[in-house]
């Protein structure tokens, strides 16, 4: 990341509530062929279980940890004493959190929030956007608009068409997060198959979106957590359990 902080466009997609069980399988089956041309998935680790505390996590420089033994190295850290996953190839910063931290470094910080903790409309709601310079979020962008991800793309293509300079983007996309069935014709409820159908709805725009992404850009694409659909008794998250604790993760650089 020393080579690309500063010669590159950052992004992180973080694809709200993906399962990893979900991402792989789909995958595997060429049902979302515009992030497999791009990328294959990662088995890893989420730094929370859920949106709040996985951002906060993630924007503080702990990405999702690949599941094996590590220690593993960081693309981004907060400079402190005694980090033991700061590595050669780390970029590290001076501030308290990573938008800060590239902020510094000559980066227009952008936040396109998705999901109720970027909707601005509440303290709460406030403090992931208020980490950046630039943040966004309209209802439509959020969980209840089954179009949500085109209006989000909508906005990125503006502002990046006003951008001058390198630009950190966040983009959090609401798509994946209950509700889903209506991405399922017929479904009545949300349920692993509707989580599917959400995500072949998501990969749709993802060729959208990396062809609106300006050159060279640095990609990260991951969820935040998982979420559970019955399984051992557990609905949601916020919780312990295997399928809201590992996530899909992705890198690649558009050039």
């Known amino acids: 990341m020393r080579e690309v902080v500063g010669t590159h466009d950052i992004v992180l997609v973080t694809l709200d509530t993906l399962r990893y069980d979900v991402a792989v399988r789909l995958a595997a089956q060429g049902r979302t062929p515009r992030m497999a041309e791009r990328f294959a998935w990662q088995e890893r680790h989420a730094p929370g279980s859920f949106t709040f505390a996985s951002h906060m996590a993630m924007l503080s420089g702990f990405l999702p940890t690949p599941a094996a033994p590590g220690p593993h190295p960081r693309l981004f850290a907060g400079a402190f004493p005694g980090s033991e996953t700061t590595a050669e190839g780390t970029w590290t910063y001076e501030r308290a959190d990573l938008p800060a931290g590239l902020a510094a470094a000559g980066y227009h910080t952008v936040c396109v929030g998705g999901v109720g903790f970027f909707n ?118 916020r919780l312990g359990h295997e399928v809201v604790w590992t996530v899909p993760y992705g890198e690649f650089v558009i050039t």
């Open 120 to 237: 601005g409309l509440t303290p709460l709601g406030s403090v992931l956007p208020g980490m950046f310079a630039e943040a966004h979020w309209a209802r439509e962008f959020g969980v209840t608009d089954p179009r949500c991800l085109d209006h989000q793309i909508d906005r990125v293509e503006e502002v990046l068409a006003r951008a001058d300079g390198p630009v950190f983007l966040l983009l959090n996309v609401a798509a994946l997060h209950q509700p889903n069935h209506f991405y399922l014709p017929g479904a009545t409820g949300d349920s692993l198959r509707t989580h599917e159908a959400a995500l072949e709805y998501v990969d749709a725009g993802m060729g959208r979106l990396f062809t609106a992404l300006r050159r060279p850009s640095f990609v990260i694409v991951c969820s935040d957590h998982g979420t559970a659909y019955g399984e051992d008794g557990y609905v949601g998250h």
